[in-house]
């Protein structure tokens, strides 16, 4: 008998009796890989927590009943999609609301307080040179020197002399090394602050001058109070109400105003004074922010601090990012609107303004008068495309309420006369006090918020699925374990029945129930086949060996 090895089981006969044995086989061999789809749906309408699924597809309820659970299923589906959808278009809208409260303190900072007098130049103070040069812009000459009989009618008869003097330029020529410096004539021709001011007390204790740091605007020759400049400290208050602010009497010197003979930006009608309360990190604006204190009156001004926080874009419209200036480093619309001022002279003039930031050139009274009053009286009333503040995301602004009462009484007019040497009619026209103070030791805070954020969008998502299918976040997670049951069952199942190994036609053996043969087993003998030859095959229960015997 000869032992010959073999790669692959031989099918003996045609008929198949133990195909079933092996489906079982089979099955139990891939049991772990393989659920039916069906199997996996039912478990999962039996767990979920979904409301409703169960009756839907529950055996003991009729086709009616579940007919009405799969309506109402889908109806309050549709009413949760679109109340959700309602909620997602709501937040992508950005809602912003507006919160105003009150905060107390036990200090504050004092605000500064700028102030100008509304006549530029110093009459008596003005020279022929500054007339030489400046009396074209002042509109009371030719720009060939020679006066304009016009604005000499209107003069008064007691000014005349004096400038007809000053406006003889027949023999004159200016000296040769004289160069005109706007600046330094409106700091000499402008009204000096040691002239005006005659009282000043800040929280009941004496001020002078000193105290306040001078700065220029389009009035000229302006001075502030509290600006944090020039190595003073900032003041702060401990209370409020009079007394406990700043309080200053001042002499706007109506004699020293300049004769109007024409109409120019420099030309005042008014007598008195402009006045800006702002905080330290922002320039005054005067010109187009200050308030009138007029000659004849005390004037009380009643502030509160407001502290105002806006949203950037796209729940607000403020500026969160630093400014892109060469001048100023913090952000603010005043500080935008004289650093665009200032690039716009610059371009179409080629010189600045005094009172705008830089060392560029400033600006000759003939350029004011030609060139940089009409290009900014035309930016400020007209162009509003070029320049484009938006709101800062963060200021202060102070609010105000003014109350003026007559000064100086009948009882007080002789006293004040004698007091600085004035007549009574003097004081009347030219003596003004200005009292700012906090009305209550508090600021108001006015913030602005988002809304609506993704934490309310979830909780209201969350309570429509609770209301509607009584469905919660771990809910969604059972959807999510359906899905991956059906993807590993579909996907996962499919390219690991691709990767198992094919069984080939040698599996498929088949036993006789009676074997004859000696030496096999009664489970798994094989059935004889005599071939021609009279050689006998036959295969033993190990299915991987066949035995060839020879017939005698």
Not at 224 to 242: C, I, R, Y
Not at 266 to 274: D, F
Not at 276 to 302: N, R
Request: hydrophobic content about 35%; overall charge neutral.
């Amino acid at each position: 008998m000869v032992k010959a090895p073999t790669s692959e089981p031989i099918v003996l006969g045609p008929n198949k009796p133990n195909d079933g044995q092996e489906t079982a086989v089979q099955q139990a061999e891939t049991g772990t890989l393989k659920t039916p789809l069906k199997e996996i749906t039912v478990s999962f309408i039996r767990r979920t927590k979904i409301h409703g699924l169960k009756f839907i597809f529950c055996p003991n309820k009729s086709k009616p009943q579940q007919l009405i659970w799969t309506l109402a299923f889908f109806l309050c589906i549709s009413l949760l999609c679109t109340w959700s959808w309602n909620r997602i278009l709501y937040l992508m809208s950005y809602p912003a609301v507006t919160k105003i409260y009150m905060v107390w303190a036990h200090n504050m900072s004092f605000p500064a307080v700028t102030f100008c007098n509304k006549n530029v130049f110093r009459a008596s103070s003005i020279t022929k040179d500054d007339l030489y040069h400046s009396g074209y812009w002042m509109d009371l000459m030719y720009h060939n020197h020679t006066v304009i009989k016009r604005s000499l009618s209107i003069l008064k008869e007691s000014h005349k002399p004096a400038l007809l003097g000053l406006l003889d330029f027949q023999n004159y020529s200016p000296p040769l090394d004289y160069i005109v410096n706007t600046t330094e004539m409106m700091g000499r021709l402008g009204h000096q602050l040691e002239d005006m001011l005659l009282e000043c007390r800040f929280r009941g204790e004496t001020c002078t001058y000193k105290n306040f740091s001078t700065i220029y605007t389009r009035y000229g020759k302006c001075y502030t109070f509290n600006s944090g400049l020039d190595g003073n400290p900032l003041l702060t208050t401990l209370k409020g109400g009079t007394g406990n602010g700043l309080e200053i009497m001042l002499d706007i010197q109506q004699d020293e105003y300049l004769p109007v003979w024409g109409e120019t930006d420099e030309t005042s009608y008014e007598a008195g004074i402009k006045v800006q309360i702002h905080s330290q990190d922002e320039p005054p604006f005067i010109d187009q922010l200050g308030f009138g204190v007029a000659p004849g009156f005390q004037t009380f001004v009643s502030c509160q601090q407001q502290l105002l926080q806006y949203l950037p874009q796209p729940w607000g419209d403020c500026k969160s990012t630093p400014i892109d200036s060469e001048f100023f480093s913090t952000y603010s619309i005043t500080a935008c609107r004289i650093d665009c001022e200032t690039r716009y002279l610059l371009e179409n003039c080629n010189c600045r303004m005094v009172h705008m930031p830089g060392t560029s050139t400033v600006c000759t009274p003939e350029q004011y008068k030609d060139c940089a009053d009409p290009a900014l009286d035309f930016l400020v009333e007209k162009d509003n495309d070029y320049c484009v503040c938006q709101t800062p995301c963060n200021m202060t602004r102070y609010g105000k309420e003014l109350s003026m009462v007559k000064i100086p009484s009948k009882a007080s007019a002789k006293y004040l006369a004698k007091k600085f040497n004035k007549t009574e009619q003097y004081i009347g026209e030219n003596i003004l006090v200005l009292d700012i103070f906090f009305e209550a030791l508090n600021y108001e805070k006015i913030e602005q918020k988002k809304a609506y954020e993704i934490a309310g969008l979830l909780g209201d998502i969350g309570g429509q699925m609770g209301l509607f299918i009584g469905a919660s976040v771990l809910t969604i997670l059972e959807i999510f374990d359906y899905l991956y049951e059906v993807f590993k069952d579909k996907v996962l199942g499919y390219f690991i029945r691709k990767k198992r190994p094919q069984r080939c036609q040698s599996d498929n053996l088949e036993f006789p129930e009676n074997p004859t043969s000696p030496g096999v087993t009664p489970n798994h003998a094989p059935r004889a086949h005599v071939t021609p030859s009279g050689v006998t095959r036959t295969v033993s229960d190990s299915r991987r060996t066949c035995y060839l015997v020879t017939r005698l």
